[in-house]
């Protein structure tokens, strides 16, 4: 990296971009849609809500990542509070300078920050890149993660 990330809340008007990195790779390729209306009501639930963190990462003043933690409260482990790490992206011309590792360093240090006992998140069985790069980072391959698809009206 030339420069140092700034992490930062997101708002509406970095949608457009967050949106193109989700797009950009075969998984989102096929899932990510042209209707922007979802992405702003998603957007909006999402700020409103205290126990997420929609993280805008820029780099050398250009968005360059993102990522979405929530705090979930629980009762299991003694009553542990955990943070759930999702929608990891790096922009395609920030690839392979140290971002990512950055990033989640970031992420893991805010869960600590909000008084997470662990961290989690899952990762698409064929993203086994991404997969060697967390187990890197120290997260373990401890569960197996079932989803369900709902119909939407």
């Not at 030339?2 to 096929?30: I, K, W």
């Not at 662990?118 to 790069?133: G, I, K, N, P």
Request: charged residues 25%; contains cysteine; aromatic residues 6%.
């Amino acid at each position: 990296m030339t420069g140092e990330p700034v992490f930062r809340r997101a708002v509406a008007a970095d949608l457009p971009a967050l949106v193109a990195m989700l797009a950009d790779d075969p998984l989102g390729a096929g899932r990510e849609g042209a209707d922007d209306s979802h992405y702003h009501r998603a957007f909006a639930a999402i700020d409103a809500d205290p126990n997420q963190f929609l993280c805008t990462v820029e780099l050398d003043g250009r968005i360059a990542g993102m990522l979405q933690l929530t705090f979930i409260a629980g009762l299991s482990r003694g009553g542990a509070r955990r943070g759930q790490i999702e929608a990891v992206r790096v922009a395609r011309k920030a690839r392979n300078r140290g971002l990512g590792r950055a990033m989640m360093d970031w992420a893991i240090q805010r869960c600590r920050d909000e008084g997470c006992a662990m961290v989690q998140l899952t990762s698409d069985r064929s993203r086994t890149d991404a997969h060697r790069f967390y187990e890197r980072l120290g997260f373990a391959n401890s569960h197996l993660g079932y989803k369900m698809a709902l119909d939407q009206p």
